[in-house]
């Protein structure tokens, strides 16, 4: 499988701030591949080197093995960018914007295949083209950075937050249209931050942190990594074969409710339900001791993408206490609707 | 009413330096004025001689006030006052669009209406903000006559003539806030206004009547329609009337009421001058960075091209009237003669007024070259360059759009002087000169591009600040530099001041070859530059 972006060890220093500290990136050919972080993470700063807007202040990189500052035009022949906050021209109409970006990119003044596929993304993603630049919403002008994109055909899609002011039917547009460039053959570079999107979309997924990639990695192969949630009811019915107890302490009840379970992590009973975790790779070794004891409104949920994320950021949030950790859990899925 | 205080001061927090430098030029001018006069008309029959000969030519009232007699005082605020008004004009209608359309636009209006500051009291604060700038340029320019020795009452009634110009430009610039959607385009209706009340005043002194001595002239009613010549009617130091000056109050109040009776009818963030729609598709010319720069230019090209046809027009219409004068004033003369390097009249007159177009030109070209600086803060550089378009080519594309747009206000002054010619059915030699000056002060402007397009490649925060300030430095030095009769390096330090001339006997090319090199040197030098250079984050 051929490379497409390749970076080593890359740096970029702004003054004394580090945005990159030794980035080593790679996606190869025919991926859509996700880039992960929060904001300042250095994913904007990466992206303005891979497209020659920004020069690397030391290290490697490269697209379809050219050098991304000095081919610059060449490359850009190839790539299509989405940024993650469009500006328009004040006084151009969406319409105008969206030919002036697809013909710097090769689309000509009179090319049907290029007005018809114009004119099908503007019906898929209802936008109103006549209005003038200043009018539009940051979703509209997020529309017209993304039409323009996916207009003209590409080899290398980099989309910098693509999404951020879309709304979800929008969204639903935006992963039809990355489905058709990846079908086609395209490579596709996903920044983002939230992580439902790029957990439906990416084949890999890259997490940056402070200037450095910290996971690399196709989902699967991280959620190796991380343990799966196992839940049930934790009413009567758990440890059916002695009712009797139901009445002690929570303690012995909790006791009970996780006999003859090995191998669990972080056991407790809470709300009328019992939790634990296990390491993704050992679940089915629980299965026959959870189906012996007839356990009810069973629970098994994979690790998600956003607990991922949490082992590389949940530090930065809370001191590892684990109401903390669930402070920024649901912070974060905050941030992941917004 | 606390609110109305946190929202005063932040207008003054916002605005501190800007203020500063406002108010300061002002009475840097007033002083420089003071020095000026003590020192080119000296004595009393000096002075008289010149008003005798304004009365003779009255062209000279265009580009100075009201003559209300030769004592030194009077004769210093015939000389500067127009210019003292405009610069309190201009910073009040720039404060009255940045406080209103500019936060509706950039959308921080909205957040304050939505606090229990409402809609209203930022306009109200705006009011007591402009009022109160315009209140301290009264003050320190009252002081900086008083404290020359000039009478306190006349003193005082020149601040204020001064700052009640800029109070009316000030509800100038609120109606205008109101009826534009843009601040671009608000600022750019109370610039035209400016402009036209300007000339207004100026022609109507032009064609008022001198008294029997000639050392007075009463305006004629066109310059009773402009708040330049209420000010300038007020004669300070020599009548002192404040009539004229409570008209200008009177008409200011009515326009802030105009402003907020609009603001009461229309949406935050609406105007009065819907917004048409836009095309559906782009033109078959918007395809390149070329073709954008072009497009997001021309509109302002066109409006420095009309102010090009309009000067070019002057300079020989006006040009013509000289010739009847009689009498012959060595002051006069003098000035004219150093312009135009020994030339005649007439032809200093074409020089005199080819300077101002080479300005309009240089502020064209500036103005196209500091769009590239508001495309890379802005974020539209990003996506352009993220295309298949390299750093060079993108520089160029505002370059040669700049350079085009200085040949299109220098042509267009050429044709209203060949216009102008035609009209007073002057001497048509006066054509040939007007195009050797159009020529020359495109070479000028061409200086001013480089110049600009240098900072933005190696300073970029800089672009729009220096930008404007060089062209302002090369318009005081060309115009004043001889009038104050600065040393002959220091005016030719500005390039409208050494490009060429037609002379009795041919074209003195002046400094030409220098202005060349320069634009050549500097051209290549940005644009090699450009292949270095990082585009900066938007922000």
């Known amino acids: 499988m051929t490379t497409v972006i390749r970076t080593s060890d890359l740096v970029k220093r702004y003054g004394r701030t580090r945005a990159l500290d030794g980035l080593d990136l790679q996606v190869d050919a025919g991926q859509v591949h996700g880039f992960l972080g929060p904001n300042g993470a250095g994913k904007s700063t990466t992206i303005r080197i891979l497209l020659g807007l920004a020069r690397a202040s030391s290290g ?68 109103d083209p006549r209005k003038k630049g200043r009018a539009y919403s940051k979703g509209n002008r997020q529309k017209v950075a993304l039409i323009a994109a996916f207009a003209v055909p590409a080899e290398l899609y980099i989309l910098d937050e693509p999404t951020s002011g879309l709304d979800p039917l929008m969204e639903l547009v935006f992963r039809r249209e990355i489905a058709r460039v990846r079908a086609a053959g395209a490579t596709v570079l996903l920044s983002s931050h939230i992580l439902s999107e790029v957990e439906q979309l990416c084949d890999r997924v890259s997490i940056i942190r402070a200037g450095r990639v910290v996971e690399s990695g196709t989902l699967a192969e991280l959620r190796h990594l991380t343990r799966t949630e196992v839940s049930f009811d934790a009413g009567n019915g758990a440890g059916a074969a002695d009712g009797a107890d139901a009445s002690d302490g929570a303690d012995a009840s909790a006791d009970a409710a996780f006999a003859g379970l090995t191998g669990i992590h972080d056991a407790a009973v809470a709300d009328g339900r019992a939790r634990f975790t296990v390491d993704s790779d050992r679940v089915a070794g629980i299965l026959p001791a959870l ?44 941030g992941a609707r917004r | ?28 001018l007033a002083i420089a004025a003071v020095g000026g006069v003590q020192q080119s008309y000296g004595t009393e029959a000096d002075r008289q001689e010149v008003l005798a000969a304004v009365a003779a030519n009255p062209v000279i009232m265009l580009f100075r006030g009201l003559p209300s007699g030769a004592e030194l005082d009077a004769f210093t605020l015939f000389l500067i006052l127009p210019f003292l008004a405009m610069m309190a004009a ?62 306190p009452l006349g003193s005082i009634v020149s601040g204020i003539a001064a700052a009640a110009v800029g109070i009316v430009f000030l509800g100038v610039g609120l109606v205008a806030a109101q009826l534009m959607r843009t601040s671009r385009g608000a600022n750019s209706l109370g610039v035209w206004v400016l402009l036209g009340t300007f000339l207004a005043s100026g022609l109507g002194n032009a064609l008022g009547t001198p008294a029997s001595d000639l050392q007075r002239i009463e305006s004629s009613w066109l310059t009773w329609l402009s708040p330049f010549g209420w000010a300038e009617n007020a004669r300070p130091f020599a009548d ?22 609009l603001q009461r009818l229309r949406d935050l963030d609406g105007s009065f001058i819907a917004e048409r729609a836009g095309r559906l598709q782009a033109p078959a010319s918007l395809g390149s960075p070329l073709g954008l720069v072009w497009r997001l230019a021309r509109g302002s090209v066109v409006g ?53 177009v080479g300005v309009l030109a240089a502020c064209a070209a500036v103005q196209t070259v500091t769009r590239a600086r508001q495309e890379e803060t802005h974020g539209t550089a990003e996506q352009v360059l993220a295309a298949p378009v390299g750093r060079v080519r993108w520089l160029l594309a505002f370059l040669l759009v700049g350079l085009v747009a200085a040949a299109v206000v220098c042509a267009a002054a050429v044709l209203g002087a060949w216009l102008g010619v035609q009209a007073k059915g002057a001497d048509a030699s006066l054509a040939w000169d007007a195009l050797v000056a159009g020529a020359g002060q495109l070479a000028a402007a061409a200086v001013f591009l480089v ?15 220096l930008g404007w300030v060089l062209v302002l430095v090369a318009l005081l030095l060309g115009m004043f530099g001889p009038l104050f009769q600065l040393p002959d390096w220091v005016t030719n330090l500005s390039p409208v001041a050494v490009t060429p001339v037609a002379t009795a006997d041919g074209v003195d090319v002046k400094g030409l070859w220098w202005l060349l090199a320069i634009v050549a040197a500097g051209g290549a030098l940005a644009l090699g530059l450009m292949r270095r250079r990082e585009l900066a984050a938007g922000d």
């Not at chain 2, 936060?103 to 229990?116: C, F, I, K, Q």
């Not at chain 2, 705006?126 to 009264?138: D, I, P, Q, R, S």
Request: a neutral charge; proline letters at 3%; glycine letters at 10%.
């Open chain 1, 291 to 334: 189906a012996s004891r007839n356990v009810r409104g069973l629970r098994i949920e994979p690790p998600s993408l956003e607990e991922l994320f949490l082992r590389h950021y949940g530090d930065e949030i809370g001191d590892g206490a684990g109401e903390a950790s669930a402070a920024a859990s649901a912070h974060t899925r905050e």
């Open chain 1, 60 to 127: 490697v990189a490269s697209v379809f093995d050219a050098h991304p500052w000095r081919d610059a035009v060449a490359l850009h022949r190839r790539i299509a960018y989405v940024p993650g906050d469009v500006s328009v021209w004040p006084n151009l109409s969406g319409g105008e914007a969206i030919d002036f970006l697809a013909r710097l990119r090769g689309a000509a003044h009179r090319d049907a295949g290029y007005r018809a596929e114009k004119a099908r993304l503007v019906e898929a993603f209802q936008f």
């Open chain 2, 1 to 28: 009413m606390s609110t109305l205080g946190a929202l005063l001061g932040q207008r003054l927090r916002r605005d501190r330096w800007q203020l500063v430098l406002w108010v300061g030029g002002t009475a840097l």
């Open chain 2, 451 to 465: 110049l600009t397009a240098l900072v933005f490649v190696l300073t970029p925060r800089l672009t729009i600040a």
């Open chain 2, 90 to 151: 201009f910073m009040s209608s720039f404060l009255a669009v940045r406080h209103t359309r500019m936060d509706e636009e950039l959308g921080r209006a909205e957040l304050v209406a939505a606090t229990p500051a409402g809609r209203t009291a930022p306009l109200v604060a705006t009011v007591l903000h402009g009022v109160g700038a315009n209140l301290a340029l009264a003050v320190l320019v009252a002081a900086c006559f008083a404290g020359a020795g000039y009478a």
């Open chain 2, 304 to 356: 420095w091209a009309i102010g090009g046809l309009l000067t070019g027009a002057l300079a020989t219409s006006l040009g013509a009237v000289i010739d009847q004068i009689g009498t012959k004033i060595p002051a006069v003369e003098e000035l004219f003669a150093a312009l135009s390097k020994d030339g005649s009249l007439e032809q200093g007159m074409v020089v005199i007024f080819f300077t101002i």
């Open chain 2, 240 to 261: 002192d009337a404040w009539g004229p000056l409570a008209l200008c109050a009177v008409v200011a109040a009515v326009l802030t009421a105009l402003a907020f009776a």
